[in-house]
């Protein structure tokens, strides 16, 4: 059973616009939530995260936000730029189970921004 | 400053060989992981090591195995590959009180 959701398969955004990339989680014992962008032929780089304590984290264009009553956080991008192109995973980590920090990834929202 | 390197970048096998999957990281992290990712997957856990000379199973450990006999370094070894263990694999490291990975370019695998 997946424990980190990525609905949306694929999101398409006009350039300038905002892009809203969402994720849901089913373990209350996820305390620590992040967002990576991966391009074709790379490997994924961390953009930002956010802890449970916190509701919103921003870093430039981009804001998280975790609502942890619904299981649910966002990755706003505003503007969107077509360099933010690229697959974003979703993935969470806490201590549970036994594992240390591992990280939960969904399975991913193919974000394309067009000019 | 390198960040995490992965040795080699692609690879073609047939069934029943087998291979060592190389990854290095010059930022002195502790922890360093083992990934796959399939078509329409997200990455999946195969093995991790929280320090030199420990290894653990992750989501997916069947038919693979690890080591960390230096810090620096952890291995992925396939004894005898099976088509089902085409993927691309990624490595990762991290600091022990961080929480964002730093992952490595991927090696392509593929299994005839």
């Known amino acids: 059973d997946q424990q980190v959701k990525q609905n949306s398969p694929s999101l398409s955004v006009q350039e300038g616009r905002i892009s809203i990339l969402n994720c849901d989680y089913t373990n209350s014992m996820f305390d620590y939530f992040l967002w990576y962008k991966k391009y074709p032929a790379e490997g994924p780089t961390f953009l930002i995260s956010?802890?449970?304590?916190?509701d919103k984290n921003e870093d430039g264009r981009f804001t998280v936000f975790l609502n942890k009553s619904a299981k649910h956080l966002s990755l706003h991008i505003v503007p969107s730029q077509p360099g933010d192109s690229a697959v974003y995973f979703c993935a969470a980590s806490g201590y549970y189970g036994g594992s240390q920090g591992n990280l939960i990834f969904g399975k991913g929202t193919k974000l394309s921004v067009k000019p | 400053n390198a960040g995490v390197t992965q040795t080699p970048k692609f690879r073609v096998l047939k069934t029943g060989q087998s291979m060592t999957l190389l990854c290095a990281q010059d930022?002195?992290?502790?922890?360093m992981y083992w990934y796959r990712q399939d078509p329409g997957m997200g990455l999946r856990l195969i093995h991790y090591?929280?320090?030199?000379?420990?290894?653990a199973k992750g989501e997916v450990p069947d038919g693979y195995n690890v080591s960390r006999l230096k810090k620096q370094n952890f291995l992925l070894g396939l004894e005898s590959a099976a088509p089902s263990q085409t993927s691309v694999y990624f490595c990762?490291?991290?600091?022990?009180?961080?929480?964002?990975?730093?992952f490595g370019p991927g090696t392509r695998l593929t299994v005839t």
């Open positions: 990762a490291s991290k600091a022990r009180r961080t929480g964002e990975q730093y």
């Open positions: 930022m002195n992290h502790e922890y």
């Open positions: 090591s929280v320090g030199e000379g420990t290894t």
């Open positions: 956010i802890s449970s304590i916190k």
